[in-house]
Structure formats: structure tokens, C-alpha cells
Nanobody, 126 residues
Framework: QVQLVESGGGSVQAGGSLSLSCVAS????????IAWFRQTSEKEREGVAA????????YYADSVKGRFTISQDNTKTTVYLQMNSLKPEDTAMYYC???????????????????WGQGTQVTVSS
């Protein structure tokens, strides 16, 4: 049973930084795509960033390019999301998700991913 556990959320003032972690367990991943999504009560779940170890590729939403960086450790079971220059509009529940594959067409689609974590809250105050 695949499990994803997020950590690192919290509250920060605008302009600050936070680093989120997502640890995947429960299966042997030769390669996998792990993505970060976020959701608020007013907006649908949206893709923030993704990293695919099979193609050594990473993807970002336009709204976070240049501010967020996604990376993974050497075991490829932990994915990090470094968030800099945070804005109040970045406030959301952040979820990590896993699927065996992703590309530029599907990485931001919540329906593509079969495994999800419980989420971690990020709050950015102005």
C-alpha cells in the first residue's frame, strides 16, 4: 500500500520561505512522478509542480515559476518543494500525489494521480 506523508507547512509572512517534504513508502519505485497540488475552499485543486524521475523532468505552474523549486533525494522516495518569495495567494492546503508516469500534458491534472497524501497547510499573511 503506497503511502505519502507531507510535512513542513506552517504560517509565514509574505516574502518568506517554507520547505515542504513528501515521503513515499509502501512500494519499490523504479521511477515515479511525484507532484504537489494545492487547494483552497474557493478554488479547485491545482498543480503546483511535479518531478518525474523516469525522465529526469520537472514541471511548474506559471504562477510559481522562479519562486518554487521541486527536488528529490537520491533514493527518489522523498520530494521537496522549496517555496520562496511567498505571496498571500499561495495560501492553501498542499498535497503531494504519486503516479508511475507524468509528462507535460498530464502532470497538473489531479485525475491522473492515483495516490495522495493527507495534505499540509500553508498560510501566508500580508
Amino acid at each position: 500500500q503506497v503511502q505519502l506523508v507531507e510535512s513542513g507547512g506552517g504560517s509565514v509572512q509574505a516574502g518568506g520561505s517554507l520547505s515542504l517534504s513528501c515521503v513515499a513508502s509502501g512500494a519499490a519505485f523504479g521511477s515515479a512522478c511525484i507532484a504537489w497540488f494545492r487547494q483552497t475552499s474557493e478554488k479547485e485543486r491545482e498543480g503546483v509542480a511535479a518531478i518525474y524521475s523516469g525522465g529526469d523532468s520537472s514541471y511548474y505552474a506559471d504562477s510559481v515559476k522562479g519562486r518554487f523549486t521541486i527536488s528529490q533525494d537520491n533514493t527518489k522516495t522523498t520530494v521537496y518543494l522549496q517555496m520562496n518569495s511567498l505571496k498571500p495567494e499561495d495560501t492553501a492546503m498542499y498535497y503531494c500525489a504519486l503516479e508511475l508516469y507524468c509528462d507535460d500534458d498530464v502532470w497538473s491534472r489531479p485525475g491522473h494521480f492515483g495516490y495522495w497524501g493527507q495534505g499540509t497547510q500553508v498560510t501566508v499573511s500580508s
